[in-house]
């Protein structure tokens, strides 16, 4: 039962079914994680108890996780040698070498060609490739080279930073955000420059202050923002230093700057919309269409496994394991292409708040087959031991085998009109009328079976120990009818919605934007207002100043504003000899810009990813440099030559840069710099005294490894934002929020409770899953960034997370159990009788996500001792088997709530059980406490 997150590639995600088994890569993958993450050995360290209360994970009785050899005393991929600077070269080297034998082998496969040509990979390569050969055609054309200037070459920039994979709605984004930003820094350093021309200091100030500006942007705005701000930042060191050395103020100067960069925004939009375009709403359609064909075929698998049918062969089980990575892959998709498909207009029957209907609805299908993939598989041994859960299974067989054939027929209607082929026909709308009043009845037989065996069963279980088992069966019967429910909501939101005409319907971002309200919140105003008692005039004024000052002390004590006045201050000091005369002639001569512009694009707000960046642009700088002395010598400046030599070199480039490897960059800057080196040679090849080719090439190489330098020593020694201590921050925000969400799901039962409640356990686990994708993204910067502490210990972080992520999702079940109101006879007879010994388990799990949160936030060893919940929920489960409830006849007319009770049961029991393996990781990463207060041993005892 244990989740992982996947990555799929994006040409895994576009390639069709003819093409290649997404099935086969998809089990690949979550094997491959699986290896990484699991620690199937610590159970030997767990007391002989706890080990008998595992009997029931049945999901991993088919599974067998090995452990890796660096789990408990290194950190990487190759261990202690891959933290030092010799281990990341070896391992380079040897990724690169291998990476060369794999390439070599499949050029003599026909089938690697005709993957290639077909995929997305491919088109976005051809967009940038005709991207950059057209503004190379426009600069080596003398009349348009001559208007447009010497730095004509930043109509290479944006296309480089820019995504030719995007949709097209995504792309009108990116865009107008690049012109609006573009337009911005340009307005800004070019009153900067008129302001303070003859004026060195003055200079200086304006660029420090300017581009510690863009960059608080960057680090603040939403991702979006993100490769706007990176342009705004890079030209204004380009507009202050050049537009020094003209001799005196030039407007147009700053306007060839502005429309060189608008140019290439344009040509990137043109090229996304006329080559091969991509529309995120047909994507969106055609995964929404992929899901349902997903679903009908987990559901007669997991249907097959549960009733006993058939046992699974390993083939099976490989399936179950590719289908439960699938689902996570189209829950993940759905909430992506929902959001890039609100900025297209598109023509369908559907507005796009059902379509937004549409995918919500689909997703908490996913969860709930999810559930079903995890618990549909039982062990002979659970069958051995209760014999009576196979005659309950065997009486529940025919109901579950008619509403499975009708969930399937259901499932196929639905794919069809997922797939939004026009309006529907009288004989369709009957169709679908009968096979949703058939849904709706073997629903309902499903319900009586169950109401009828249901006293059978618990009349036998009171003799023998079979409750966690019983628990173990009514999770799979819980998410089964959930999944049952959700589907016939589906069908009758599309009948009701879907009979409409098609026609053109606008963005969605559009439809939701209400300006009113946008124009109210700039202000921090509601419409409606509270009547309250208005204080003095002195009083408002002192209030008000407070809050601003409130507002400046928060905005200053944030790592953002940090990284803003590092970086200001790291421009100032690489930019310092421009503006003392006995220097400036040199830095001048030598191309000093280059060190600021490279500040600029490699510091970013964490050091991990500013070191990655560092090392990517030295190579690439190296690699472009060769390349344009071998175009120089071979062609000298002869525009046919050089164009060929861009022809050469575009395609390889763009290629390795959509493959989404982690060393991509190197090839982006590849391409910059052998563009940068050419052109401005060919731009001032009418001036006798410009620099050689190669003094170029040996320039800006020396120069980026000086703005290299200089990044790294001030992104290390001023306030640096390391991710192995952001990474141990985020971990522990992510264990206090699971700590408050299992104990809001626990009161919620117990406590008067009413829908805020609900409301605000939805966003508790809102916020857990933004959490722990941020650790998983920030484990990966951590991998890369050097220190000089002990390694560190990834296949244990792996672990941690992959735990954390299980308990998310078993709580996220405990949450899904709840959302209706339970029946008054489950309340008193169940919940109300058990409530001291059910606060008395969540009081021992609090405290261990508690202990476990602080101790990996200040890195000190967790105690030995911590109270047992697993010992607790066995005196709630023998409380359980006596109460007078199970006796009561009228047990049997609340079958469906005393299943949901169930299924609260089992996730409560599945969350102790991941917890007790999250506490072991943790004792191996942050080591365990020997000696511990008598009093707090005593207190650990008592409560054990």
Excluded at 172 to 201: H, N, R
Excluded at 329 to 338: E, P
Excluded at 760 to 786: M, V
Aim: hydrophobic share 45%; proline share 4%; charged share 20%.
């Amino acid at each position: 039962m244990n989740q992982h997150t996947i990555q799929i590639d994006e040409e895994d995600r576009n390639q069709s079914k003819d093409e290649r088994n997404p099935h086969n890569d998809l089990l690949k993958e979550q094997l491959k994680l699986a290896g990484n993450s699991e620690l199937i050995s610590s159970f030997s360290n767990l007391n002989p108890e706890f080990q008998d209360d595992l009997a029931s994970k049945e999901i991993r009785d088919y599974i067998s996780f090995q452990l890796p050899t660096s789990f408990n005393n290194s950190g990487g991929k190759n261990g202690e040698e891959y933290q030092t600077l010799w281990g990341f070269l070896v391992d380079t080297a040897s990724s690169f070498v291998a990476d060369a034998k794999r390439i070599a082998s499949s050029l003599l496969k026909l089938s690697t060609y005709k993957e290639h040509f077909t995929s997305r990979k491919f088109i976005g390569a051809l967009k940038a490739a005709m991207v950059i050969l057209t503004g190379c055609f426009l600069q080596l054309y003398p009349p348009v080279s001559d208007y447009l200037g010497q730095l004509s070459l930043l109509i290479v920039i944006p296309v480089i930073l820019f995504d030719m994979n995007a949709s097209f709605g995504v792309a009108i984004e990116y865009c107008l955000l690049f012109v609006f930003m573009t337009v911005v820094s340009t307005v800004f350093t070019g009153f900067a420059l008129w302001v303070s021309y003859d004026k060195p200091w003055g200079l200086a100030f304006w660029i420090a202050f300017l581009i510690g500006m863009f960059a608080w942007a960057r680090a603040s705005w939403k991702p979006r923002w993100t490769i706007s701000c990176v342009i705004a930042m890079v030209l204004v060191p380009v507009i202050i230093l050049f537009g020094r050395r003209i001799g005196s103020f030039s407007l147009f100067f700053t306007f060839q700057i502005c429309l060189n960069t608008i140019i290439g925004c344009a040509l990137c939009l043109f090229y996304n919309i006329l080559l091969f375009p991509k529309s995120a709403f047909l994507d969106l359609k055609e995964e929404l269409s992929k899901s349902a064909e997903t679903m009908k075929k987990v559901v007669d698998l997991t249907h097959i496994s549960f009733t006993l049918q058939s046992d699974l062969g390993d083939e099976e089980k490989k399936r179950l394991i590719a289908f439960q990575a699938q689902v996570q892959t189209h829950y993940i998709r759905l909430g992506a292409l929902l959001e890039k498909a609100s900025l297209e207009p598109f023509v369908s029957s559907f507005s796009f708040a059902s379509y937004r209907s549409i995918v919500d609805r689909n997703r908490i299908m996913l969860v709930q087959l999810k559930g079903m993939i995890t618990s549909c598989q039982l062990s002979p041994n659970l069958l051995e031991r209760t014999p009576v859960i196979k005659e309950f299974i065997r009486s529940l067989t025919p109901c579950m085998q008619n509403l499975t054939l009708s969930l399937e027929s259901s499932l196929d209607k639905l794919n069809e009109k997922m797939k939004d082929s026009g309006k529907i026909s009288i004989e369709l709308v009957e169709d679908r009328s009968a096979n949703h009043n058939r849904l709706s009845e073997n629903i309902f037989k499903f319900d009586d079976v169950n109401q009828s065996v249901i006293t059978t069963v618990f009349t036998t279980a009171t003799k023998t120990e079979t409750w966690d088992d019983i628990f173990f069966i009514y999770f799979f019967l819980f998410t089964f009818r959930e999944f049952a429910r959700e589907t016939e909501k589906m069908v009758q939101f599309l009948d009701k919605n879907g009979s409409k005409s098609r026609r053109l319907r606008m963005p969605g971002t559009l439809n939701e934007w209400n300006p009113w309200a946008s124009f109210l919140a700039l202000f921090q105003f509601s419409e409606k207002k509270e009547k309250k008692r208005i204080p003095k005039f002195k009083a408002r004024v002192w209030d008000r100043i407070r809050r601003v000052l409130n507002y400046f002390v928060s905005v200053i004590d944030t790592d953002q504003f940090r990284y803003a006045v590092k970086i200001g201050i790291t421009v100032f000091v690489a930019t310092l000899p421009e503006w003392i005369s006995p220097w400036n002639l040199w830095f001048s001569d030598w191309r000093g810009e280059w060190i600021a512009i490279t500040v600029t694009l490699i510091m970013t707000p964490s050091f991990g990813t500013s070191f990655m960046a560092s090392g990517f642009r030295i190579a690439g700088t190296i690699i472009g440099a060769l390349w344009a002395v071998i175009t120089f010598y071979l062609f000298g400046l002869r525009p046919w030559g050089i164009f060929i030599m861009f022809f050469i070199f575009v395609w390889p480039c763009f290629t390795f840069l959509y493959s989404g490897r982690p060393r991509a960059k190197i090839a982006g800057t590849a391409l910059l710099t052998f563009a940068v080196i050419i052109l401005s040679k060919y731009a001032n090849r009418n001036n006798p005294v410009y620099y050689e080719v190669y003094r170029l090439a040996i320039y800006r190489t020396v120069m980026i490894v000086g703005g290299v330098i200089l990044t790294l020593i001030f992104d290390r020694c001023l306030w640096p934002v390391l991710a192995r201590s952001n990474l141990r921050k985020n971990l522990c925000l992510v264990i206090h929020d699971l700590a408050e969400f299992f104990g809001r799901n626990s009161s919620y039962i117990m406590e008067d409770t009413n829908e805020s409640d609900l409301k605000k356990i939805s966003s508790i686990e809102s916020k857990a899953r933004i959490e722990l994708l941020r650790c998983e993204g920030l484990l990966t910067i951590a991998e890369n960034e050097p220190h000089l502490g002990e390694p560190l210990n990834v296949a244990a972080l792996k672990h941690v997370m992959s735990c954390l992520s299980t308990i998310l999702e078993r709580m996220s079940y405990q949450r899904m159990t709840i959302q209706e109101e339970w029946e008054s006879f489950v309340t008193k007879g169940f919940v109300e009788p058990l409530h001291y010994v059910r606060k008395e388990m969540t009081a021992h799990v609090l405290m261990r996500f508690w202990v476990m949160a602080e101790s990996i936030r200040s890195r000190t060893p967790i105690p030995q001792h911590l109270p047992d919940p697993i010992k607790v929920r066995s005196k709630l489960l023998r409380m359980f088997k006596k109460l007078p409830a199970l006796q009561d006849s009228r047990f049997t007319q609340h079958s469906f709530t005393i299943t949901r009770y169930y299924a609260f049961a089992l996730a409560s029991k599945e969350v102790i059980i991941e917890l007790e393996r999250l506490v072991q990781t943790i004792r191996i990463l942050v080591g365990e406490e020997k000696e511990v207060s008598p009093d707090f041993f005593s207190i650990s005892q008592h409560y054990s």
